[in-house]
């Protein structure tokens, strides 16, 4: 039975939905050139009508071809663009099986090899390998890649960066796989409910229903990298924990692999209270962008001050990510950009009919 999405054809060949035309455009590439190069390298017959594509050819050529024809359509709906170097990492040769007889590596070791797959072309950036329909996640600027090293190979992780640079979607994929491994036993996804500049009220329902606005990017990216009923499972079974900052209170969590996103909404006290959750055998990657603090005016951030505070420990590591890391939209890096600039900063509020100062000559005093 086909999975959501798709369906088999009489003729050897499969149907796989589309959203619309513009997706398909980014998927196949500047004249087609994507299309080509995996009907070359699969095998396959790709024709594009209305809001599906079919594949058709061999079995084991149309289950590859959907595979990563799946993978493009996700990333080009995630970021707006796929390139030459996302094409050949799909059409690239799979990560080796343990073979047969040999006893499986220590954890310390499996941690490592798991992220160890590069895509083709570029043997510095890691990829992750999700074990689900072929599904992987890929580092695509160095300092990504230095953000999933470090998770890597530290055990408490910070990561400071403008919007769409990737903290909290790469997190939770090393989180997945971390899972998946065998690792840790668990996910625990915690966030502060600080709202950004709103007065939302009184919500409905039960506690999960109130906070679920609050923790809507990491579910979304969740969907993105598990099926449904999978993640359905793994809630259902307590395997992925979500849950807001304030009731993180009194537990220790052992073998459990712990995200804090929005953490430059934490306070001093929050911060110490979270990270003094840490068990025996758990990671922690806490995430934040300092450019997008909701506290009170004069509450010092719990994020800087932690990485101020641990950075020099040794199993911790602080990583800063910058304009240059930004694969979201091309937009936003320039919205980034725009912000960060000495004229994007909020003033002082001037009087009524005064005139505006004006901007003042010099170096930008922009984030680094």
Not at 3 to 32: H, K, Q
Not at 269 to 292: H, N, Y
Not at 311 to 339: F, M, P, T, W
């Amino acid at each position: 039975m086909s999975d959501a999405g798709t369906t088999d054809t009489e003729a050897g060949g499969m149907t796989l939905a589309v959203p619309d035309a513009e997706t398909v455009r980014l998927v196949f590439g500047d004249r087609d050139k994507h299309r080509r190069r995996i009907r070359e390298a699969v095998g396959v017959e790709v024709v594009h009508r209305g809001e599906t594509l079919r594949l058709f050819g061999d079995d084991a050529a149309v289950a590859r071809a959907r595979t990563i024809f799946e993978s493009l359509l996700d990333r080009a709906g995630r970021t707006g663009e796929v390139g030459d170097d996302d094409v050949e990492r799909l059409l690239g040769p799979t990560p080796a099986a343990v073979p047969a007889g040999e006893a499986t590596p220590p954890r310390a070791e499996r941690r490592t090899a798991r992220a160890s797959t590069v895509p083709i072309g570029d043997p510095a950036f890691r990829t992750i390998d999700l074990r689900e329909r072929g599904r992987t996640v890929t580092a695509r600027t160095k300092g990504q890649d230095g953000y999933l090293r470090a998770i890597d190979e530290n055990d408490l992780v910070f990561c400071m960066g403008p919007a769409g640079s990737g903290k909290t979607y790469l997190a939770v994929a090393a989180a997945i796989a971390a899972v998946r491994e065998a690792e840790v036993r668990k996910i625990v996804l915690a966030r502060p409910a600080v709202e950004a500049g709103e007065r939302l009220g009184f919500l409905p329902g039960d506690m999960l229903a109130k906070v679920n606005p609050y923790f809507r990017p990491l579910l979304d990216a969740l969907g993105e990298m598990i099926d449904p009923e999978q993640l359905k499972a793994y809630r259902e079974n307590d395997m992925i924990e979500v849950v807001p900052l304030a009731f993180m209170r009194g537990r220790t969590l052992n073998e459990t692999f712990i995200i804090l996103d929005e953490a430059q909404n934490t306070t001093v006290t929050q911060m110490k209270m979270f990270l003094t959750r840490m068990g025996e055998g758990s990671k922690v990657v806490v995430t934040g962008d300092a450019t997008q603090n909701d506290l009170p005016e004069g509450t010092l951030s719990g994020l800087n001050d932690a990485a101020r505070r641990l950075g020099n420990i040794d199993g911790v590591s602080v990583v800063k990510l910058d304009r240059a890391d930004i694969v979201r939209h091309r937009l936003v890096r320039e919205i980034v950009k725009a912000y960060d600039g000495p004229e994007g900063r909020p003033g002082p509020p001037r009087a009524a009919g005064s005139k505006r100062s004006p901007p003042r000559s010099g170096p930008s005093r922009g984030r680094r």
